[in-house]
Each structure stands twice: as structure tokens, then as C-alpha cells.
């Protein structure tokens, strides 16, 4: 057996300690502080267990906790686990070939898509990419995260301009450095079948290497332009346009290097095939190795034991006579996973009560915040807060007072509240109070206070009423003033305006012809800069993020070749 947390050993110094502060305490310093009977109803029934006893079971069941967090095991294993897949370089020809648009919208665009569909149907495999032309470029080195794989692709701007011609033999060079370690060395070509004439430097290269290379062709046998990417066409030193059909004997290739062949297909039909074909006849390889630890967990039997121990050391009920030990020990099960209850501090609320019959208010608002987890203890708090002329407060605890199953204790919540609402020259607030308390209990003081406050609203109101009798008179007296004052002004202001009005209507026809030459300028200008931002909004949406692409040096390239 050994421990896999070792340095948690050291917390057993803890449980010997906690056995030493406990011998420590004197029961005098609680003397000190409270009364023998609150020292007796707060005190633990040793009846049926000493109290030296306790303190040992509760020392030992911390022992046996600190064991089990060291997490003792046996049965110590070493297991091994190896990820293996098929190895596969997809090569995608970028040639100027490849912008031919026999198939839409372009051969290369089509390319990309059934990479894309490969990615997606070759979940199991570890896939890597290279581009070729003159020269073969390493998009991506083999890997099994397709996800970035995916999100690398989509990002590849197929419009890059590459070196003229498609070299093969580059493509298998860098397929042999990339698999160079791997058991299996499968390259798939998506091309139009390039421009050789024959491959067999190409059959030699793959077979001397053991590559197998699988080709879906993308291309038709019918002769197509290759249009540019400023939209014009491709034409040779003679001025006349270039086309490019299907290089079927590119099929020869793979048909020698033990590998298929297949033209495309608009569904994933082709792509199935071929990835069928590879995952058959392919060995896998080991792509990762990891070894790791397996043991029998034993933590869990010194936690039970030190759970049982603990039961144990908190029992403290008294044994019952004439009970059965099934009926104590089920009693015991209550009592130990039941929450346990909050106890009152009774030295507080001794001087809560002293300092409220002394009048100091302010000093039994303190004390009572201390025990205030009962709706009466909240209910003395507020009768404190009310006495030192802290209103909105005792309010406030007034209404946090929940009160179930007490009539009378409601009821003095409901009129003191009233009284509180008084206070703070809220009588609407205080008329619900007291008519809530009076239906509770009839008293005659909160009769009393009722119809006071309802003498001090109609007070009120009257006023209220006789101030807006006197405001509408005001305003009468007001308005008709005004008016007189107005009917002498608009006669002076006629004559003026009239003379004004010729004056204004001369400058009122420059201003609207100086305003509409203006406004067709600037309809103008917003014409020409919205097309603008449309124009460049649309070469930013184009745009692809930039890919480092690593280019690849080759031992053989044919100059003669033609230059697509």
C-alpha cells in the first residue's frame, strides 16, 4: 500500500492539537459570562458517554479523515495507450490549369470544396495538405485536429498567384518528407492531370518510395478557356486563347503505384470511394503513445470508519428507559443530520432588556441586533429603533417581521406601525395599519388613532380644495388681463409685420435658391461616396486571411513545360 498524497500526513499534527486546546479549556472562563442555568441548558448530556471519551473518538475520526485525503492506494499498474490512424497528403494542383471553368465555378474553387468534403468524411484519418505548381507549398503537416484543418482551408484564398506549370514529381518529393516515418505513405492529387506528356520519372519516384498516389480527376474531356482573375483569358505567345482539357494519362500514375483512380463526381460519391480505399488496403500508424497509472482505491475505508467515529463523538442524547436500542439509535440519526439550531445569547438579550427599562435606547438597539433571529426579538429591535426617533428604520424591521400563528404579537406589529407611519406624516399608510390591526382586535386606542387620522385627512383635502378655488380665480383674473395686454400689442405688431413681410419674402427667395444648389451638391457627393463604401466593403469582404504557406524546393522540373 502507498500513498499518492503524501505531504497531507503532515496535517495529523492538527487532530493532536485540537486534543490539547480541548484539555486547555477551563470551564470557569464560561462562568464568567453566563449563569448556571444557561451554563446547564447549553452544556452537552454525557449520560451515556465521557467526556474524556469524546474528545478521543473526535481526535481519532480526524486522524482517519487526514488518512483517507492521502489517497491510499494498492495494486499499482502501468497501462499504455497508442493512437493510431491512416496517413494521407492531399495535394491540390493550383496551376493557371485550375482556373478553367468547365466546372463551376472554377476547377480550383471545385477543388477546395472536396477537400473540404474529405476533411468531413475522413474523421479517423490524419490528414495533411500541400499545393503544387512549379513548386510544392506545405499548407498543413499531417494532424488529426480537422476542426482547424477546416477553418485553415476555409481561409486559403484560391486567387494567390502561383508559379506557372503542374510538377508532380514536387508534390511526391514533399509527400516523401512529410510521411517519411510512416508505415503507410498515401498521397491523393486533386488535379486537372497537368501538362506531362507521361509520368513515368513520377511512377519510378512514387514506387522507389513506396508512395501510393490516388487521384481524383477535376477536369472535363472537352477543351476549356482559363479565365484569368482580372476576367480576361489566358492566350499564348501567338495571341490566341489557351485551352485545357482532362490529362487522362495521369491515370497511368496511379494505376502503377497500386492506388486508384476516379473522375469526379457533384455528390461524395468519388470521395467515399477513394477514402474506402485507402482506409482498406492501408496499415495504420502510431501517432501518439502515452502511458499511465491504475490502482485499487482504498480511501474509501478509513473515510467510513472516521464518519461512524464521528457519529459517536457528537452523540449526546441520554439513554431512554424502557425505550428499545433501535428507537435510540434512530433518535440519534435525527439529531445528527438534522441542521442544527441556532442558539440564543442570553447575556445579550439580558442587557437589551436592562438598557430598554433604563431608557437608554440606543444601547438596546445594539443588543437586540445581535439576537434578532426571532419575530419577537425583531419586534423589540423596531420598539427600540421607534424610541430613539429612528422612524424609517423601526419601520423597515417592522415589516421584516415574520409572524405566524401570534395574534397578539401581529396585532401590536400592525398598530405600532401605524403609530411609526404617523411619525413619518404618512396618514394614508397609517389608516391601512390601523384599520389591518382593528380587524385583529378591537382596541380602543387604535380606534382612537384611526379617527384621528382620518379628521387630519379630510383637513386635507379641504384645503386642498379651497387652494384650487382660489388658483382658478387667479388664473381667470390672469388670462383676462393678458388678453387686453395682447389686443393693443397685435395692432402695433400688424403694422410692423406687414412692412417686415415684403422685406422677408425678397430674401426668402435668394435663401431657396442658394439652398436647393446646395442640396444637389450634396446629393451628388453622397452618391458617389456611398458607391464608394459599397465598392470597398465588398473587396474587404472578398479578402481572405493570409496563410503562411512553406514552399518546397524540387531536385527535378522540366523548363520546357507549358506555362499553365
Known sequence: MQFLYQNVLFLLIFPILFLLFFKSINQDVFRKYFSEDIIEKLSINTNCMKERTRYILLVLSLVFMIISLGRPVTNEKETSFTQEAVSLIVAIDVSKSMWANDIYPNRLEFAKKKLLDIIDYAKNNAIGIILFAKHSFILSPITQDLVSLKMMLKNFDTGINFDNGSNIYSALETTQ???KNHQAKNLLILSDGGNNEDFLKEIKYANTNNINVYTIALANKEQSPIKLKDGSFLSNEEGNIVSVALNEKIKDLSLATSASYINYSLNNSDVEQIIDDINKTSKTN???SQKFKTYTEL???PLSFSIFLLFFAFYSLPILRGSSVLKNILLCFI???????KAFDFQSIKNAKEAYENKNYEKASKEFTKVQNTPEAKYNLA???YKEKKYKKALETYKSIDIKNNKDLEFNQLHNMGNTSVRLNDLEEAKKFYEKALKIKKDKESKKNLELVKKELKK????????????KKKDKNKKNDDKKDKKKVNKKDKDKKNEGKKDKEKKNQKDRQSKKEQKSKKIIKDEISDLEEEK???KLNKEKTPILLQRQNTKNYDNTLKPW
Open 286 to 288: 502510431k501517432l501518439k
Open 383 to 385: 420598539n427600540s429603533l
Open 460 to 471: 386635507k383635502k379641504d384645503k386642498k380644495n379651497k387652494d384650487k378655488k382660489k388658483d
Open 335 to 341: 439529531v445528527f443530520f438534522t441542521p442544527s439550531i
Open 536 to 538: 470597398w466593403l465588398k
Open 177 to 179: 518528407k512529410l510521411l
Open 299 to 301: 480511501f474509501i475505508y
